[in-house]
């Protein structure tokens, strides 16, 4: 059975950082696109950043409105995902979730975790 489960939200003041971790079971790790997604209430999950498998040579996304303060990054031998946010505005507010696609295109999320920016 695939698990994701999200760590590390919580309330920070604009210009802070957190790192969210993400760790996964069930699956093989080391072959999924990782990615972290945001919600608010009343709007469509967006997406913040993804990663491809290290195998594929594939190119790390981000949100426009991420760049240059979110990183994402892996640890296969860990089974887990991170995303690093710096500089974190008000507008990052949002319950932030772990996404996992395996080779067959199969989706899995973990229960999200929220991130309050706010002074």
């Known amino acids: 059975q695939v698990q994701l489960v999200e760590s590390g939200g919580g309330l920070v003041q604009p210009g802070g950082s957190l790192r969210l971790s993400c760790a996964g079971s069930?699956?093989?790790?080391?072959?999924?696109?990782m990615g972290w997604y945001r919600q608010v209430p009343g709007k469509q999950r967006e997406l913040v950043a993804t990663?491809?498998?290290?195998?594929?040579?594939?190119?790390?996304t981000y949100a426009d409105s991420v760049k240059g303060r979110f990183t994402i990054s892996r640890d296969n031998a860990k089974n887990t995902v991170y995303l690093q946010m710096n500089s974190l505005k008000p507008e990052d507010t949002a319950v932030y979730y772990c996404?996992?696609?395996?080779?067959?295109?199969?989706?899995?999320w973990g229960q999200g975790t929220q991130v309050t920016v706010s002074s």
């Open positions: 996404q996992a696609t395996n080779t067959g295109g199969l989706s899995y």
């Open positions: 990663m491809p498998p290290f195998t594929t040579g594939g190119r790390i």
């Open positions: 069930g699956m093989i790790f080391s072959g999924c696109t």
